[in-house]
């Protein structure tokens, strides 16, 4: 059974950055997207960013784009989520999903087949 494994969460200020790591372990497995999503207390779990490793295509909620940044690395199964200029509304559980197989989208919750345990990012203000 593949694991995602989040890091990289903690207190920052508002205007400060913050780099969130995803890296699977466990049973190897080529995945053909992987994500970020997040969750406020009290609130759905949304779509923040993906990338698809073909052609390296990435996809950003309005919110985040030209804040945020996704990279990774296919061979390792690695994802990356810089965020720059956080605020307030950016505090949430940061969650890392992997989707294994094509598909046309990258926003739903249902697109995705592993999921992390999350990491808390909280941003002061």
């Known amino acids: 059974q593949a694991q995602l494994v989040e890091s990289g969460g903690g207190l920052v200020q508002t205007g400060g950055s913050r780099r969130l790591s995803c890296a699977a372990s466990g049973r190897t497995f080529g995945s053909y997207a992987m994500a970020w999503f997040r969750q406020a207390p009290g609130k759905e779990r949304r779509f923040v960013a993906a990338?698809?490793?073909?052609?390296?295509?990435?996809y950003y909620a309005d919110s985040v784009k030209g804040r945020f940044t996704i990279s990774g690395d296919n061979a390792k199964n690695t994802v990356y989520l810089q965020m720059n200029s956080l605020k307030p509304e950016d505090s949430a559980v940061y969650y890392c999903?992997?989707?294994?197989?094509?598909?046309?989208?990258?926003?739903?919750?249902?697109?995705?087949?592993?999921w992390g345990q999350g990491t808390q990012v909280t941003v002061s203000s």
């Open positions: 990338i698809r490793w073909s052609g390296r295509v990435t």
């Open positions: 999903a992997a989707r294994l197989g094509y598909g046309v989208t990258y926003y739903s919750k249902s697109d995705y087949d592993y």
